[in-house]
Nanobody, 123 residues
Framework: QVQLVESGGGLVQPGGSLRLSCAAS????????IGWFRQAPGKEREGVSC????????YYADSVKGRFTISRDNAKNTVYLQMNSLKPEDTAVYYC????????????????WGQGTQVTVSS
C-alpha cells in the first residue's frame, strides 16, 4: 500500500524553526519527485518546495526562499523540509506529495499525498 506520512508540525513562535518529515512506505522515494504544499484556512493549496528524483534539483516558492530547505535521505525513504525564520503567514497544514514525473509546484502534477501536519506560528 502506497503511503506518505508527514510529521514534525506543531506550534512555534515567530522566528522559530521546525523540521517536517515525509516518510514513504509501499514504494521507493528514489524514483519520485517530492513536493511540499500547504493550505491555510480559506485558501487554496499552494506549492512550497520540491526536489527532483533525477539530480536532486530543488525549487522553492518565492515566499519561502532563503528560509526553507528541502532535502531527501533515500536510505531512510524520507524527505525533509527545514523551516527557519517562521512567520505567522506560514501557518497552514503542510502536505507532502509524490510525483512520478519531473515534479514542480503544481498540485495537479502529484499522484500520492500524505494526510498533512499542522504548523502554527504564533506568539
Amino acid at each position: 500500500q502506497v503511503q506518505l506520512v508527514e510529521s514534525g508540525g506543531g506550534l512555534v513562535q515567530p522566528g522559530g524553526s521546525l523540521r517536517l518529515s515525509c516518510a514513504a512506505s509501499g514504494f521507493t522515494l528514489d524514483y519520485y519527485a517530492i513536493g511540499w504544499f500547504r493550505q491555510a484556512p480559506g485558501k487554496e493549496r499552494e506549492g512550497v518546495s520540491c526536489i527532483s528524483s533525477s539530480d536532486g534539483s530543488t525549487y522553492y516558492a518565492d515566499s519561502v526562499k532563503g528560509r526553507f530547505t528541502i532535502s531527501r535521505d533515500n536510505a531512510k525513504n524520507t524527505v525533509y523540509l527545514q523551516m527557519n525564520s517562521l512567520k505567522p503567514e506560514d501557518t497552514a497544514v503542510y502536505y507532502c506529495a509524490a510525483d512520478g514525473g519531473p515534479g514542480g509546484l503544481w498540485v495537479s502534477q502529484y499522484d500520492y499525498w500524505g494526510q498533512g501536519t499542522q504548523v502554527t506560528v504564533s506568539s
